[in-house]
């Protein structure tokens, strides 16, 4: 018995390769584009774990930069009353004419200065740091002509810059724990998107493998159809998501 249809047979027929031969393209598509996506995306992953410990190495650097910077500071402060009180006593025995006592404490003050002082404070009172043979030599003069100056009596811990010193490299890598940090975070939200599109991607290799479970040919091209949108969305979204920090695809085949 004849087809009363044939043209309609062979029509359909032609449909069904058509959406079979898209539907394998895409099936292959996808499967290559969910791959690149979980590699990247764990590549991500690396990324942030890097930074995080990074970020977590730095931090500890800067806090233990901080308590080393507060404990100069206190050492330096104690260090600068002693040298008041000295600075005082000379004083006080100038004005008695009391020549013994200027010597003896001035000799005191100026080994305490030399042994002691820093060369970031002993610029910040006017005290040469690097005393020549004959400043030396004469310890009570080099003294005495250090007081003729006012920086020998400003304190250094009324300046907010100097104090800021005391911690400049402690902010500094606190401030690179915090970009460190950052760069993490950053990692883990590009890590995400791509494991958003994997989903999406899988969505769509389920929709093109039920395909061929419908018999018409309207509801499998309505599947299809739902499967491409679902694709160029993911697809678009992908090349929006920045790759991974040093990414270089040629380094996995050169080893570099």
Do not use: C
């Not at 043209?7 to 359909?12: D, G, R, T, V």
């Not at 995306?41 to 233990?64: F, K, M, P, R, V």
């Not at 043979?133 to 003729?148: F, H, N, Q, R």
Request: aromatic share 10%.
């Amino acid at each position: 018995m004849e087809e009363k249809n044939p043209s309609k047979h062979n029509e359909k027929r032609s449909k069904d390769e058509i959406i079979e031969l898209i539907v394998v393209i895409m099936l292959g598509i996808t499967a290559l584009l969910t791959a690149w996506g979980s590699w990247i995306g764990s590549l991500h992953g690396g990324n942030q774990a890097t930074s995080y410990t990074t970020s977590n190495n730095l931090a500890s650097e800067g806090n233990s930069e901080y308590n080393a910077g507060v404990q100069q500071m206190n050492q330096d402060m104690l260090l600068w009353n002693d040298v008041s009180d000295m600075q005082m006593e000379i004083s006080f025995a100038q004005g008695k004419n009391d020549n013994d006592t200027v010597e003896k404490v001035s000799t005191q003050l100026f080994f305490k200065l030399d042994e002691n002082l820093s060369e970031r404070m002993a610029e910040a009172i006017g005290w040469n740091y690097m005393l020549s043979e004959e400043e030396k030599s004469d310890p009570v003069g080099t003294v005495l002509a250090w007081l003729e100056s006012d920086e020998a009596y400003t304190s250094p811990f009324f300046n907010e810059e100097y104090l800021a010193g005391y911690f400049e490299t402690a902010n500094e890598l606190l401030a690179q724990s915090r970009e460190a940090l950052e760069v993490g975070k950053q990692a883990n939200a590009n890590g995400d998107a791509y494991g958003l599109v994997t989903v999406i991607y899988s969505v769509v290799l389920f929709l093109l493998g039920i395909v061929s479970t419908f018999n018409n040919t309207k509801n499998k091209i309505a599947i299809v159809a739902i499967s491409l949108v679902a694709f160029l969305l993911a697809t678009i979204y992908m090349f929006t998501i920045p790759m991974p920090t040093g990414f270089n695809l040629a380094s996995f085949f050169t080893g570099g």
